[in-house]
């Protein structure tokens, strides 16, 4: 028990986030807050995303998009130039390595603390497992068995790892040279000379492939998704102008495609990259995505997801060339197919793939099986103890795609019976079925400020 009268609140998540978020409660509270920021991974103020030491891993949105805050757009800038200016160097590219992004998170948030020295902030390194939420308070249970009660509790959980498309057979060795998850460390265990295949050719192999690489890997490298695409690479863009209002969006996923393709050609005619087409269209595209009915939200998972990801979420120009002088030399091998199944061995991993086009089967054999596969996009699917629990517990229901928790106004938690939580709330990429673009900065900072104001009592 405790008798600090200060509001406090329970964060679940250290990444993006839930350091912004605390960053936000702490500036905005009209009185000093406490705050306790879980994470079972101890990624405090980096997450996933930001935790990675290697140089190579930049960031895929240019610094001039990443402030950390909404409403001060230069923020991030000028910490850059701060930084440069201390060590006497030259102000970076336009996009970082995503560890320095971390730096910069982590000394917002210090600053932050520092400015108002009567909140606090304490990070616990556990996992919580289960939440039971009371009218105006939550119980927060971590794997060890600890409770903590705070008034309030955010879930900044972050994306899960999806399972194969097939189930494995393993023999005695299990999964020995299977790595499910490829932000845990394991790529570390890979040999220099070893084989290696990828599931998946997204954002997440581009990543595997760079860290191999940057470790001296010799080996070679074969990447393996449905359609075979990879990330496209940024090209500097002037702005242009939207195209899409508030009341001229499209209702229908084949309305949406065929208005988006028109504006392409018609800026191509103009000598203007598809490039700036797609990113104006970024104010307006969680709009769009809450404007069209569930069936076409469905018709737009199946049908145009593929594309609209890898046109969307690019990759570094830099980036983009080393993968590219990779698959010239053969290291990388990119192939389009259906994953049929796949043997885990006491040596190596071997795997069958229906090849896109001519529909034959190919056998790959390789030392080392990694899922690259991107976030898990269904929510009835994933085996997180706090996300059953909560489903369990009848606190909280997928939305209606299973993309994710559902959610009432102000980022309310909804109830299996569909009554909007007063006291549970989520941000960020758990609430993708809601908004669809909830993985990016520029989108989730906005989030961050305004689940602060209404839980501080401050919102306009
Ligand atoms: C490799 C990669 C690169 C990216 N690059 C960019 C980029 O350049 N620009 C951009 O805008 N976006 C980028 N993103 C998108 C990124 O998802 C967001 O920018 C942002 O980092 C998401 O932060 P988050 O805090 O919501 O999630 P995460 O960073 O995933 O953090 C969630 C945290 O919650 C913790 N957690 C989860 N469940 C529990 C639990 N039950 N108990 C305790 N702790 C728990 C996890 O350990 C984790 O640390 C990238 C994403 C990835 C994966």
């Known amino acids: 028990m405790t008798d600090d009268k200060r509001p406090t609140f329970g964060i679940v998540g250290g990444g993006f986030t839930g350091t912004m978020l605390a960053v936000h409660l ?62 006497g160097a030259e102000p970076r590219g336009p996009f970082v390595s995503r560890g320095l992004y971390g730096q910069y998170l982590r000394s917002t948030l210090s600053a932050c603390l520092a400015a108002h020295p009567a909140s606090s902030m304490i990070g616990i390194d556990a996992e919580v497992v289960s939440l039971t939420a009371g009218a105006t308070s939550v119980e927060l249970r971590t794997a060890d068995g600890a409770r903590h009660t705070v008034d309030r509790v955010a879930l900044c959980v972050g994306n899960f790892p999806p399972a194969l498309p097939v189930k494995p057979r393993t023999g005695e060795a299990g999964e020995a040279h299977y790595i499910a998850n490829p932000w845990s460390g394991d790529l570390s265990r ?10 998946g050719t997204g954002l997440t192999m581009v990543d595997v492939v760079l860290d191999l690489h940057s470790r001296g890997h010799r080996g070679n490298i074969t990447a393996v998704s449905r359609r075979g695409f990879m990330p496209l690479p940024h090209r500097d863009v002037g702005p242009y102008q ?54 076409e939200r469905r018709r737009f998972l199946r049908h145009v997801r593929p594309y609209w990801e890898v046109h969307r979420h690019r990759v570094a120009q830099p980036v983009a060339a080393e993968i590219e002088a990779l698959r010239r030399a053969g290291k990388l091998v990119v ?22 086009g001519d529909n034959s089967a190919q056998q790959i054999d390789g030392t080392w099986l990694v899922n690259c596969s991107g976030p898990q996009l269904d929510y009835d699917r994933i085996s997180d103890p706090l996300i059953r629990s909560l489903f369990d517990l009848i606190l909280a229901r997928p939305d209606s795609l299973s993309l994710g928790l559902d959610l009432g106004e102000n980022y309310r938690l ?21 908004l669809w673009e909830t993985t990016a900065v ?13 839980l501080t009592g401050t919102a306009a």
């Not at 001039?64 to 130039?81: C, Q, T, V």
Request: glycine share 8%; with cysteine; net charge positive.
């Open 190 to 199: 890979i040999g220099r000379d070893d084989t290696v295949i990828l599931v």
């Open 335 to 356: 192939m389009a197919g259906r994953l049929q199944s796949v043997e885990l061995g006491a040596t190596g991993v071997s795997m069958t793939v229906k090849a896109r």
């Open 26 to 87: 702490i500036e905005q509270s009209p009185v000093p807050v406490r705050i306790l920021q879980f994470d079972r991974a101890a990624a405090f103020g980096s997450g996933v995303a930001y935790s990675t030491p290697n140089d190579k891993h930049l960031l895929n949105v240019r610094v001039g998009n990443m402030s950390a805050y909404d409403s001060r757009p230069d923020h991030f800038i000028k910490w850059l130039e701060g930084c440069a200016m201390e060590a």
């Open 242 to 295: 939207a195209f899409l209002t508030p009341d001229t969006l499209p209702k229908t996923v084949m309305a949406l495609t065929r208005r988006v393709r028109r504006e392409v050609e018609a800026a191509a005619a103009n000598g203007v990259d598809w490039r700036a087409v797609l990113d104006s269209m970024r104010p307006q595209t969680q709009a769009l995505w809450r404007g069209l009915p569930v069936a």
């Open 414 to 434: 909804v109830s299996k019976s569909g009554v909007a939580s007063e006291v549970l709330f989520a941000l960020g990429p758990p609430i993708r079925g809601n």
């Open 442 to 454: 520029p989108d989730i900072r906005k989030q961050c400020e305004a689940v602060a104001r209404h």
